[in-house]
């Protein structure tokens, strides 16, 4: 690998993956596209090359092995260049190369054989290595952002089971972890004044997914503080949408899976999100967040969609989200606008949903 590439390789934070302990490695299954990469050289060099390079016993190729393995799982063909210590060039199999198809994927196993990690250097697409709390700096919150927290009333208990922390030397940088089967696939950042950004490589999913990992009846919300103030009135079952909603519901057709990038996150749950029977949408109240429940809907399909009317602030307008009705009116006005939402059940001229 140049040197500048390998510069810059070490110097990227979000890039450390390591195999826990029961072979997990957590990340998407959507990622599981193979991405085969042509392999001219026969086993027994491949096996000779690693031997030289790895002075471990049985044991310890043995452990190199399962590593390779588990990263095929994720699409990354690991070819004889892999062997620990050294750096590949390999093929991304997230974003397969751009229309170059070049190998943009810079792939290093450690001389240990304990861990790996790569990136995609390709600018449109930047996917790493599993994330940790280290790679990312995160610490434990602060009494200051526990403050913010408890002025609208969400607990610190909640806080420590949802894993919220604050981003290292940023006082006002609170961090919400993504995770998929209890494994870091991404982080998002929120400031105390409302200025949001994603870690980059962060996987397109929903917030709180393993919440809803085998739930018939769940509920969507708009932001990750609105997924913990349901919480706070009784309702694990919660995910939020990872992005901002749409200034209007679109006139145009559904369109493919693989084209409908905004709702990614949807189609990266499609296995989680097929298992519920009854889904209520509670997004904010104001046009874009009946845009977003709308848009929802179309792709969830409405006959298993109802919607969420938040109470009346006064006379001519009504709370905007979940937070909202939790910090002004309490726990059990949120829990009994959740518990009568509407049903968006679509006249039989309606088309069905494509999920």
Not at 50 to 76: C, N, P, S, T
Not at 242 to 252: L, Q, R
């Amino acid at each position: 690998m140049p040197s500048g590439v390998a510069r810059h390789l070490s110097s990227c934070s979000g890039l450390f993956v390591r195999l826990k302990p029961d072979g997990s490695s957590g990340l998407s299954t959507a990622l599981r596209r193979s991405v085969r990469c042509s392999r001219t050289e026969s086993k027994a060099p491949v096996i000779e090359a690693r031997l030289q390079h790895f002075k471990g016993g049985a044991a310890d190729m043995a452990k190199l092995r399962e590593l390779e393995q588990k990263v095929e799982l994720l699409g990354i063909d690991c070819e004889d260049p892999s062997r620990p210590g050294f750096y590949s060039n390999l093929f991304c199999p997230k974003c397969q190369g751009g229309q170059k198809v070049e190998r943009s994927l810079s792939f290093h196993i450690v001389r240990s054989g304990e861990f790996a990690m790569w990136r995609c250097f390709r600018t449109e697409c930047g996917w790493a290595g599993q994330m940790t709390e280290e790679s990312l700096r995160l610490e434990p919150l602060s009494d200051k952002i526990i403050g913010y927290f408890a002025e609208r009333k969400i607990s610190e208990e909640t806080l420590q089971r949802n894993g919220v922390k604050q981003l290292s030397g940023k006082q006002s940088a609170i961090s919400f972890p993504y995770k998929r089967k209890g494994q870091l696939v991404g982080c998002k950042y929120r400031t105390v004044d409302k200025k949001f950004w994603q870690e980059k490589g962060t996987e397109k999913t929903l917030y709180g997914l393993d919440d809803i990992s085998e739930a018939d009846e769940i509920v969507i919300v708009e932001g990750e503080i609105d997924k913990l103030s349901l919480e706070e009135a009784g309702f694990i079952n919660c995910a939020s949408v990872p992005s901002g909603a749409p200034g209007k519901v679109s006139k145009k057709g559904l369109p493919s899976p693989d084209k409908d990038t905004a709702y990614q996150y949807l189609w990266n749950c499609k296995d989680y999100l097929d298992k519920a029977s009854r889904i209520i949408l509670a997004t904010d109240s104001d046009a874009p967040g009946q845009a977003l429940a709308e848009e929802l809907a179309k792709r969830l399909g409405k006959q298993r969609c109802w919607k969420v009317n938040w109470p009346k602030k006064d006379d001519l307008s009504s709370f905007n989200d979940a937070n909202e009705v939790l910090k002004h009116l309490g726990p059990s006005a949120l829990r009994k606008a959740i518990e009568h939402a509407e049903s968006m059940s679509p006249q039989s001229s309606e088309p069905s949903n494509i999920m």
